[in-house]
């Protein structure tokens, strides 16, 4: 990770080396002329209901005062710098800091199990935490990725005394937005969590099954076994082992009880509870952080749930911080609204009834991109954004660069539609975008396009130059007729910002497995040659596209590795293993108004 990125992560909840953060600049030296005494409490035990032992460290401020809590709760190691850290500058705000390793994870008991215990544990912590001799009853929470989801599973859970929290980047539905997206598995992420997350499972291994005195015995020496599990098994019967959720997660591609058993969406009639939700443009959770704002303001159990919810979009989340993300510098305004300092005046506000922006202003602020500034709106999606259709149109060749697509308000009369061949074992590769979680190997974030754009299994739809600024702020979808040869394919789409020179900027990107174009619960496959209307979800943005820039949507079948390759059989997920190439067809013509649909700002 760049020197300038690493630094700007003091309080990101990164996932071992790369993978899960959120964002924070260094913590600012203490100026005060008496600085507080930070008193630390290592490794605080505390039993769950079924008797399992959870363990946090504790920082306080020196005093004999009884103080709000604020809460993390995570798997990444609460011994770690970037939580450490702001733990000392919270406390010394006034604030008595619970930082606990979640079951099954570094110090604490118990199996680890994404997702399972944490309505269970979480609840508990809440309780455990605001009898503390020092708790004045308050609890808040804070925390990104997983980190956020302690929070929201917290939140459903209805703990008496949690009293707000402060979810960053992180989902409203671990089936779609998290483990899949809309059908397709995020295979990137997916792959990179498990193996960091195992890593800690496979340490806790090999600590329970070391004992040199079973191996004093053993002649001759040089066949001394160090650790004592026997021979681990190799390649994917250790991941069964060690990482049995993965092929759970597999085993369940349709958005069925074992989702809903934790899902956010599904209840947000039980969160009780003021929120600050915090995303970013470029994060692989974006729209699950929207989501949860709009759910909880629309179906909070509450009038504090519902009238108390704030969201800030910035830009990066996962996929970095500071103020350049990929290949674009996004100016000075990116490394605003540093989250500790954001945080900080968010429990100020609930909990010591300081009068500052959270009593002011409006409940939704965004990082615009192309004017690259933060903007105040009444409300998420904003209310006066206009949905307005951009018609797809060529001559039948809108393959790549090179072809003749182009987008336009005019709806289209006759036109001849547009095919390409997907072919699963050439699949259109991922560049860029929301990715996570080693931008070692793949970097995240805007990337120049035009590589992608020159392949023949991607269609690239643009308009002239734009006359004006055009600001698109809101959710954008794509409205697409199709057809194919395969029983079940996926379908693309990405927004792009092209600027004078050329340089192809992706903004926000989705797809669509054909599978599950009409429900996640029950999969319906195609009939091959038969038309299907689709929308594809590019979940949202916030960019001004400058007078002389273009607006430019791709469509393709795949982006890979980000998302598992549809192998257009029709097989299992979780046993597929043979491809057969896929001609697919984009119509648009009057009986077929294929359509990218922005939201456009007065």
Known sequence: MRSARAASMILAAVVITSCIAFAHLPVAAQSSATPVEVVVQHDVPMKTRDGVTLFADIYRPKSDDKLPVILMRTPYDKNVGWAVSPAYQIARRGYVVVIQDVRGRYTSEGEWYPFRHEQADGYDTVEWVAALPYSNGKVGMIGASYVGATQMLAAIAQPPHLTAIAPNVTASNYHDGWTYQSGAFEQWFDQNWTSQLAQNTLQRLIEENTDARRGVPTLPLADYPVFNFGQLPAEGQL????????????????????????????????????????????????????????????????????????????????????????????????????????????????????????????????????????????????????????????????????GDGTLSTAAPKSEVSDSYVYDPKNATPTFGGPLCCDEKHMEPGPRDQRGVENRDDVLVYSTGPLQRDTNVTGPVTATLWVKSSAVDTDFTAKLVDVGPDGFAQDLTEGILRMRYRDSPEHPNFMNPGQIYQITVDLWATSNVFLKGHSIRLEVASSNFPRFDRNLNTGEEVKFAHTSVPATNVILHDAQHPSALVLPLMP
């Not at 005046?345 to 009593?359: S, V």
């Not at 192309?370 to 259709?389: F, H, I, M, S």
């Open 239 to 402: 991941t069964s082992k060690i990482a049995p959720y993965y092929g759970d997660w597999l085993a369940h591609p349709d958005y069925d009880d074992y989702w809903k058993q934790w899902s956010i969406e599904e209840n947000f009639s039980k969160i009780a509870v003021p929120m600050l939700q915090v995303g970013g443009w470029y994060d692989i959770f974006a729209a699950g952080t929207m989501r949860n704002y709009m759910g909880a303001k629309a179906h909070g159990a509450t009038e504090a749930a519902r009238t108390q919810q704030h969201l800030l979009m910035e830009i990066g989340g996962h996929a970095g911080f500071g103020r350049r993300i990929g290949d674009v510098d996004f100016g000075p305004h990116a490394v605003e609204n540093v989250y500790t300092d954001v945080i900080l005046d968010w429990y100020d506000f609930l909990f010591k009834e300081i009068k500052n922006e959270y009593a002011a202003d409006k409940p939704v602020k965004v990082f615009t991109m192309g004017a690259n500034e933060y903007r105040q709106l009444d409300d998420w999606p904003p209310p006066q954004a206009q949905p307005t259709k951009y018609f797809l149109h060529s001559g039948g060749k809108a393959n790549s660069l090179r």
